[in-house]
């Protein structure tokens, strides 16, 4: 029987993936079928929208237009049949990104920034050609080939605000928001982007214009571009003459739009003064200036009383000062305004859990959880949860925030371990074998939890083969161990056995406090 080397049998097995990149007309890997692909960029949408500042909904008009465009460009696109939707975020970081299977975001900072509906439509095109060519699928492809399963990349707010998020990473799509795209895929992206604004009737050497002013911008460090654009979409001078050299080969004199798009923009920018009053709040409140946030916030809700987001920075503000009724309301009112943001579902949770208990808060933080999941949602449903005697669902709850890491996911992971001690100690300890001078074997047993314990019980059992078990017997160790600290135990053994027979179980212990 003939043998495949691994390397030639790994190639035959991938030969069935490959196919033809529907952009580019190149052959590739292809291991994410399109069904995936926008099953991944659906999922993951929502998430993406709600660590962004959810979606900008005071002007519907706004998201009207980009959509407008968006679609006239998809529809020109070299895969038209995409599930193509198009959102405004309300985030003042200029930013855009892209999902798998169409799904496009586009910041209301990244609008300020933009001069006419060919620059938007430069903004769109490259990122409709992210998704067109597959570019975060084959992302995710290379992670599997090379990892064999893909990254977990943890996801944070744009401002840091909330920075300890748990659950949105907890699947293969993970991390979508934050990729970074090569400079190969950047390239194919401002290439075909271009052709598909020619394509739908807009001057594409707005292309080249907009990245020159890129390239200005990335010179002056201003941290909102750097954060924002320019961490995803790096520009360049070489980027400046490829754009430059493929306009001079695509059609001239088509539509720029600078009228209409300062038209649809009018109510945007008549209101842009009061989302930079919120911005100064947030940077305010960050550095524990409540009266300085709350007048920001006080400032932005006189200049445009419909947003949600200054009613919830206003609370973020009482809050911090200590009025946690009026914050109560502050929220409630960014509620009425925009009720499907997380935020302020989870912070009129964490305010009613001090004012009233964590009953009080349960709705409001499953409510949150259910928009995108936060370690301070589940720490408190956790707590609730192992007050009625829930257990399970309360380690559940510990185990999703102690993956956020922080301080709450270490006092996650204090409650998540006083829980499963008692129930599988072992997953806890470690146990280190050897023999002292006399043939004693000798065990050290370390605390590995981050909480201390007593009671602890060590069974060790000889072993025939990986099968069958010659003898054993439970010693209980006595004392308590903190956290990271071991304790030594001599076991007398009748002779002196291959340390690889024996086998070393922490059985049963307690939490100490």
């Known amino acids: 029987m003939k043998r495949f080397s691994l390397p030639i049998l790994f190639a035959l097995l991938l030969l069935p993936g490959c196919a033809t990149n529907p952009v580019t007309g190149q052959r590739e890997l292809t291991l994410v079928s399109e069904r995936e692909e926008v099953a991944m960029g659906t999922k993951n949408y929502q998430p993406g929208q709600q660590q962004a500042g959810g979606r900008y909904l005071v002007e519907p008009g706004i998201t009207a237009y980009v959509s407008e465009v968006g679609k006239r460009l998809a529809k020109v696109s070299d895969r038209p049949n995409l599930p193509y939707e198009f959102v405004v975020l309300n985030d003042s970081v200029p930013n855009a990104w892209a999902m798998p299977g169409g799904k496009l975001a586009i910041n209301r900072g990244l609008l300020y920034e933009l001069k006419s509906e060919a620059e938007l439509a430069a903004v769109l095109g490259h990122e409709i050609v992210h998704a067109a060519a597959r570019h975060g699928a084959r992302s995710m492809e290379t992670g599997m080939v090379l990892q064999a399963g893909a990254a977990v990349i943890g996801a944070a707010t744009a401002d840091n ?63 909102n571009w750097m954060e924002g654009l320019f961490a995803s979409h790096p520009p360049s001078q070489e980027r400046v003459e490829a754009n430059r050299q493929l306009a001079a080969t695509l059609p001239t004199g088509l539509k720029t739009g600078e009228a209409e798009y300062r038209r649809a923009m009018a109510p945007l920018m008549k209101t842009r003064a009061a989302y930079a009053a919120y911005d100064e709040g947030r940077k305010a409140l960050a550095k524990g200036k409540a009266e300085e946030a709350l007048a920001q916030a006080n400032r932005a809700i006189a200049a445009e009383p419909r947003e949600a987001l200054f009613y919830g920075l206003r609370g973020d503000a009482r809050e911090k000062a200590g009025d946690l009724a009026r914050a109560e309301s502050d929220y409630g009112e960014a509620i ?78 204090g409650a998540l371990a006083r829980l499963e001690i008692p129930r599988a100690p072992a997953g806890y300890f470690s146990v280190d074998k050897g023999y002292d001078v006399a043939g004693n074997l000798v065990l050290t047993v370390t605390n590995r939890s981050p909480v201390t314990v007593r009671d602890a019980a060590v069974r060790v059992r000889l072993m025939r083969n990986a099968f069958v078990v010659e003898g054993e017997q439970t010693f209980a160790l006595g004392g308590v161990l903190t956290p990271g600290a071991a304790a030594r135990m001599a076991v007398a053994l009748q002779g002196r056995p291959d340390l690889r027979r024996i086998e070393v179980e922490v059985t049963a212990a307690k939490p100490a406090d």
């Not at 390239?187 to 080249?208: L, Q």
């Not at 609730?384 to 005697?389: M, N, P, T, V, Y």
């Not at 999703?400 to 996911?409: I, L, M, N, P, R």
């Open 161 to 223: 605000k909330y920075g300890e998020l748990a659950g949105v990473a907890a699947n293969t799509g993970a991390g979508l928001l934050g990729l970074k795209y090569g400079r190969d895929h950047e390239s194919e992206a401002d290439h075909y982007g271009m052709i598909y604004m020619a394509r739908a009737g807009y001057d594409p050497a707005a292309a080249v214009s907009l990245q020159e002013t890129f390239v200005r911008l990335s010179k002056d460090q201003r941290p």
């Open 336 to 413: 009425r305004r925009n009720g499907d943001y997380y935020d302020f579902y989870l912070q009129r949770g964490l305010v009613r859990e001090k004012l009233r208990g964590a009953q009080a808060a349960r709705a409001d933080l499953q409510r949150s959880l259910a928009l995108l999941p936060t370690a301070a949602a589940h720490q408190i449903l956790g707590k609730l949860a192992q007050a009625e005697g829930r257990d399970d669902q309360a380690i559940q709850h510990f185990r999703a925030a102690a993956g956020a890491g922080g301080e709450q996911g270490k006092a996650a992971l």
